[in-house]
Structure formats: structure tokens, C-alpha cells
């Protein structure tokens, strides 16, 4: 495993300076070393010299594609794996590229570790992390501890059966299996078995801890409108305080906007500094739009998104 | 408020009539001196794909106890579309909505043309009982701190 990343880092940066150097594009974004252990952190590079800032882990969790809207007049090349490259397709579907205006660098995907999880699982602060084979090796003051990866990773990783981005200009590894590890979102199975009122309580619960930060909409890669809802004044459709109406209201249309969108990526989560679960939400919609529509994001680069055409057949069974 | 529900309560109910076909549907049960409940609110819309499910969420904050939408049959629509779309809205958001813990039944829709005044009348009747069962929305609600009844 160590070694396949190390190959895979090593072919990043090879094709990198080459896109850079025969300017197939003016800038590659890619993932970089973090300043703390068990992270990583996003390296935009232009200069061909440079390259060798660009890494390949467990780490690389960031949804790159995010970064694309503020740079419609460059041409960039783009560090994706499976669920980010979904996103691309899902957005250039809204028309928000144009053509040949990006390079993909297609990662199959190794899944990726879930770095609170570990954290969670010793004790004191984690100095160091080393990733060998299937094994995830972290030290801190007085501890070693040496902790199977396949245990620790996001909830979004373990159910993902795309990890082989698709389109992607160039790959840089061997297509990966594609099946899934465990079959449905850990945490949607745990919501379903709850009664309605109980769904609703946690929800209340989970969504009250929101700080209204709005990270998870920052981070989200289709969450590029020029003005959201919620900072519409004219109409208002939802008050700017902390009350607990207004924070369910917006976690509801900020998840049921994803419909049909919704790569499964996970970057809402993990950016959520309150530790809210979101994926719960974005993932039953995934799961919906494919029952009900047939549809699953980013996967065909010609089928239109489920919510914006239609079928005379459509369910309609609870239309009276 | 406690748990109980007072002894006259009434659920108010928001309908989204299309222009085309549940508006005039509703106009007819009028004209035609069809009886329904009093307890809806029409907001005429364009079409039923105009429903944004923001206009849902925003009736169930400020206190409605239910909510109707209801266009024109498939096939008849004035725009060709739009309640074919609104439909995959629909489903989609009733699904959701239902996901996260509100009642089934707390939003309903239907497909009345502008001939059908009694199946109006029907549907109207019928969404008041199913609300009166469930009584009164608590969930999402903005005032449900200070524990009054909207």
C-alpha cells in the first residue's frame, strides 16, 4: 500500500511539471503536506519547479473541484479521485466549465482515513502518523500505537463505489475494485430503525449544536450560487440568529438542495467544526434520487440532472 | 399549551392552488355552492412546478399545520411540464421530510383540474381530517419555544 501511494505521489508530480511545463495549463491544485500530523493541506502550483510539494495519502481528503469557481479564466489541472471527479461531471452538467478548460489527474482511490476517529482512539495528541501496508502507525507523547487503516475510515469512503474516477484526462494508478465495504451509510441504517418522533428529536439535537458557520456550504463543491438562501434579504427566507427553527431550516434546504447533485464526497462533515453529522442527510438523498429516478450523480456526463427533466411514468402514488 | 390539544382547535392549512386547474377547480366547488372545510389558505400559484420547497418549509415555520399543493393532472398542464417537474420535487422533498421525522400526511398533494370542484372539495376534506389527526405541528416550528399554538 505504501508503496502503491508512493508511485502514485511520484506520477502526480511527474505529470504535473509536464502539464505545467508544456503549459497545458496555467495552474495544477493538488494536496500538500500538512503542518499537522494527519492532515493535508491544498497546494496550488504554477511554477513546474515546485512539484515536488504535491503528496499522495490517506489524508487527501479535500474536494478539490471546490476550488474551481473562483478560476473560470484559467485553465487548470486538477489532483481528483472518485467522488471529486463525480463532481466535476455533476457541475460542467450545470455548465459551470468550459470545455477544455480542466485537466484531470484521476486518483483511484485508496478511501480515506478518518483523522477523528483516530484521534479518538488514543490518547494525548498525535505528533506523528505513519501509513505501511494496511497499517496506520501514530506517536505522541509516551505512545505508539499501531492502528489498522480499514477501521478508521469516513462513513462516505466505506460505502463508495466509485473510486475509480471517471473521465479523468489521465490516471495515474490502476483502476481499483469497485465495491463497496459495507453496503449502506452506517448512520442511515441507525436513523431508520428510530420511530418519527425520535428521527426528528436527534435531528433537533444534532442540528442545534450549529454554529452557523457556513462551512459546509463553503466546502461543498455545488454550493457555488452567487447569492444562497439564507443571505437572501428580498425575499428572506430564513432569520440570521441561532434559534433552533432557523437551524433546522437551513440544514434541510442545505441537504435537500444537493438532490441529484450530491457526489457523496463527505466534505460537509468533515469541514463542520461542531462535528454535525451531515452525510446521514446528503446520502438518503443519494439513495432517494436513485430508488425514485434512477439517477446517480456524476456518472453519466450526458444525463441531465433527475430534478430538472422527467418521466410521464414518474411515482405518483401519494398524489391524490 | 402542554401536550393536549385545545379543546376548539382548528388546523390552519396553506393550499397551493395552480392557476390553471386547482385555482379554477376551487373556484368552480365555489361557484357550484360546493361545501369544504374552511380551514385552508389559497396562495394561487403559477403552476405546481413553481412550489419551491422553500414555500413548504416557510409555511411550516410560521405556524401552519399543513400543507396541500395541487396542479393540474399529468398531461394537462398549461406549460406542458411543469407538474411533471413539480412532481419529481414533490417526491423527492415529501420523501425527506418524512426521512427527518415529520408526520406523513403533514404535506399532501393532489391533482385537481379546473372541471372537478367536488374532487376539490373532496381532497379539502380529506387534508383537514388527516391535519385534525395529527394535530396541531410541532416540529420546525418557529414559536414552539414560548410553547404557544400558532
Same mark, same amino acid.
Given at each position: 500500500?505504501?508503496?502503491?501511494?508512493?508511485?502514485?505521489?511520484?506520477?502526480?508530480?511527474?505529470?504535473?511539471?509536464?502539464?505545467?511545463?508544456?503549459?497545458?495549463?496555467?495552474?495544477?491544485?493538488?494536496?500538500?503536506?500538512?503542518?499537522?500530523?494527519?492532515?493535508?493541506?491544498?497546494?496550488?502550483?504554477?511554477?513546474?519547479?515546485?512539484?515536488?510539494?504535491?503528496?499522495?495519502?490517506?489524508?487527501?481528503?479535500?474536494?478539490?473541484?471546490?476550488?474551481?469557481?473562483?478560476?473560470?479564466?484559467?485553465?487548470?489541472?486538477?489532483?481528483?479521485?472518485?467522488?471529486?471527479?463525480?463532481?466535476?461531471?455533476?457541475?460542467?452538467?450545470?455548465?459551470?466549465?468550459?470545455?477544455?478548460?480542466?485537466?484531470?489527474?484521476?486518483?483511484?482511490?485508496?478511501?480515506?482515513?478518518?483523522?477523528?476517529?483516530?484521534?479518538?482512539?488514543?490518547?494525548?495528541?498525535?505528533?506523528?502518523?505513519?501509513?505501511?501496508?494496511?497499517?496506520?502507525?501514530?506517536?505522541?507523547?509516551?505512545?505508539?500505537?499501531?492502528?489498522?487503516?480499514?477501521?478508521?475510515?469516513?462513513?462516505?469512503?466505506?460505502?463508495?463505489?466509485?473510486?475509480?474516477?471517471?473521465?479523468?484526462?489521465?490516471?495515474?494508478?490502476?483502476?481499483?475494485?469497485?465495491?463497496?465495504?459495507?453496503?449502506?451509510?452506517?448512520?442511515?441504517?441507525?436513523?431508520?430503525?428510530?420511530?418519527?418522533?425520535?428521527?426528528?428529536?436527534?435531528?433537533?439535537?444534532?442540528?442545534?449544536?450549529?454554529?452557523?458557520?457556513?462551512?459546509?456550504?463553503?466546502?461543498?463543491?455545488?454550493?457555488?450560487?452567487?447569492?444562497?438562501?439564507?443571505?437572501?434579504?428580498?425575499?428572506?427566507?430564513?432569520?440570521?440568529?441561532?434559534?433552533?427553527?432557523?437551524?433546522?431550516?437551513?440544514?434541510?434546504?442545505?441537504?435537500?438542495?444537493?438532490?441529484?447533485?450530491?457526489?457523496?464526497?463527505?466534505?460537509?462533515?468533515?469541514?463542520?467544526?461542531?462535528?454535525?453529522?451531515?452525510?446521514?442527510?446528503?446520502?438518503?438523498?443519494?439513495?432517494?434520487?436513485?430508488?425514485?429516478?434512477?439517477?446517480?450523480?456524476?456518472?453519466?456526463?450526458?444525463?441531465?440532472?433527475?430534478?430538472?427533466?422527467?418521466?410521464?411514468?414518474?411515482?405518483?402514488?401519494?398524489?391524490? | 399549551?402542554?401536550?393536549?390539544?385545545?379543546?376548539?382547535?382548528?388546523?390552519?392549512?396553506?393550499?397551493?392552488?395552480?392557476?390553471?386547474?386547482?385555482?379554477?377547480?376551487?373556484?368552480?366547488?365555489?361557484?357550484?355552492?360546493?361545501?369544504?372545510?374552511?380551514?385552508?389558505?389559497?396562495?394561487?400559484?403559477?403552476?405546481?412546478?413553481?412550489?419551491?420547497? /422553500?414555500?413548504? +418549509?416557510?409555511?411550516?415555520? =410560521?405556524?401552519?399545520?399543513?400543507?396541500? #399543493? *395541487?396542479?393540474?393532472?399529468? &398531461?394537462?398542464?398549461?406549460?406542458?411540464?411543469?407538474?411533471?417537474?413539480?412532481?419529481?420535487?414533490?417526491?423527492?422533498?415529501?420523501?425527506? /421530510?418524512?426521512? +427527518?421525522?415529520?408526520?406523513? =400526511?403533514?404535506?399532501?398533494?393532489?391533482? #385537481? *383540474?379546473?372541471?372537478?370542484? &367536488?374532487?376539490?372539495?373532496?381532497?379539502?376534506?380529506?387534508?383537514?381530517?388527516?391535519?385534525?389527526?395529527?394535530?396541531?405541528?410541532?416540529? /420546525?416550528?418557529?414559536?414552539?419555544?414560548?410553547?404557544?399554538?400558532?
Amino acid at each position: 500500500m505504501e508503496e502503491r501511494l508512493k508511485v502514485i505521489q511520484d506520477r502526480i508530480r511527474e505529470k504535473a511539471k509536464e502539464l505545467l511545463s508544456n503549459k497545458t495549463v496555467d495552474l495544477i491544485i493538488g494536496f500538500g503536506e500538512g503542518s499537522l500530523p494527519l492532515r493535508t493541506t491544498i497546494r496550488f502550483i504554477r511554477n513546474p519547479g515546485k512539484v515536488d510539494r504535491l503528496i499522495w495519502n490517506s489524508f487527501c481528503e479535500n474536494n478539490l473541484s471546490t476550488y474551481l469557481h473562483k478560476l473560470s479564466q484559467s485553465k487548470v489541472g486538477l489532483v481528483v479521485k472518485g467522488c471529486d471527479a463525480r463532481s466535476i461531471i455533476a457541475l460542467s452538467l450545470e455548465k459551470r466549465f468550459k470545455p477544455n478548460q480542466l485537466f484531470l489527474i484521476g486518483v483511484p482511490c485508496q478511501r480515506m482515513v478518518d483523522r477523528r476517529k483516530v484521534s479518538k482512539a488514543v490518547q494525548g495528541e498525535i505528533l506523528q502518523a505513519v501509513e505501511e501496508g494496511d497499517q496506520l502507525i501514530v506517536e505522541g507523547e509516551g505512545f505508539k500505537k499501531v492502528l489498522n487503516r480499514n477501521d478508521f475510515l469516513y462513513p462516505s469512503c466505506q460505502v463508495c463505489v466509485h473510486r475509480t474516477p471517471i473521465q479523468a484526462n489521465v490516471l495515474v494508478g490502476d483502476p481499483v475494485e469497485e465495491s463497496p465495504l459495507i453496503k449502506t451509510h452506517p448512520e442511515i441504517i441507525e436513523f431508520e430503525k428510530k420511530s418519527p418522533e425520535e428521527r426528528w428529536r436527534f435531528f433537533e439535537k444534532e442540528t442545534s449544536r450549529c454554529i452557523r458557520c457556513y462551512a459546509c456550504r463553503e466546502v461543498c463543491p455545488m454550493c457555488y450560487c452567487a447569492e444562497c438562501f439564507v443571505d437572501s434579504s428580498n425575499p428572506k427566507w430564513t432569520e440570521k440568529g441561532l434559534s433552533p427553527s432557523d437551524l433546522e431550516f437551513y440544514h434541510i434546504v442545505r441537504a435537500y438542495h444537493q438532490t441529484g447533485r450530491c457526489s457523496g464526497c463527505g466534505a460537509c462533515e468533515r469541514a463542520c467544526p461542531m462535528d454535525i453529522p451531515l452525510t446521514y442527510l446528503t446520502q438518503k438523498l443519494n439513495q432517494d434520487v436513485k430508488e425514485l429516478f434512477n439517477f446517480e450523480t456524476g456518472i453519466d456526463a450526458e444525463a441531465p440532472p433527475p430534478l430538472s427533466t422527467y418521466e410521464t411514468e414518474d411515482k405518483q402514488e401519494f398524489i391524490k | 399549551m402542554g401536550n393536549g390539544v385545545e379543546k376548539n382547535w382548528e388546523p390552519k392549512i396553506l393550499a397551493f392552488l395552480c392557476n390553471w386547474c386547482s385555482y379554477a377547480g376551487a373556484d368552480l366547488a365555489g361557484t357550484s355552492r360546493i361545501q369544504y372545510p374552511p380551514n385552508i389558505r389559497v396562495i394561487r400559484v403559477p403552476c405546481s412546478g413553481r412550489i419551491n420547497p /422553500l414555500f413548504i +418549509l416557510k409555511a411550516l415555520q =410560521g405556524g401552519i399545520d399543513g400543507v396541500l #399543493v *395541487s396542479g393540474c393532472h399529468p &398531461g394537462d398542464c398549461h406549460y406542458i411540464s411543469g407538474n411533471y417537474i413539480g412532481r419529481r420535487k414533490s417526491v423527492s422533498f415529501k420523501r425527506f /421530510l418524512e426521512y +427527518l421525522g415529520f408526520e406523513e =400526511g403533514r404535506v399532501q398533494f393532489s391533482w #385537481v *383540474s379546473a372541471a372537478e370542484g &367536488g374532487k376539490f372539495s373532496q381532497v379539502v376534506g380529506e387534508v383537514v381530517q388527516d391535519i385534525k389527526n395529527l394535530g396541531p405541528a410541532k416540529r /420546525l416550528v418557529k414559536s414552539r419555544q414560548v410553547g404557544s399554538n400558532p
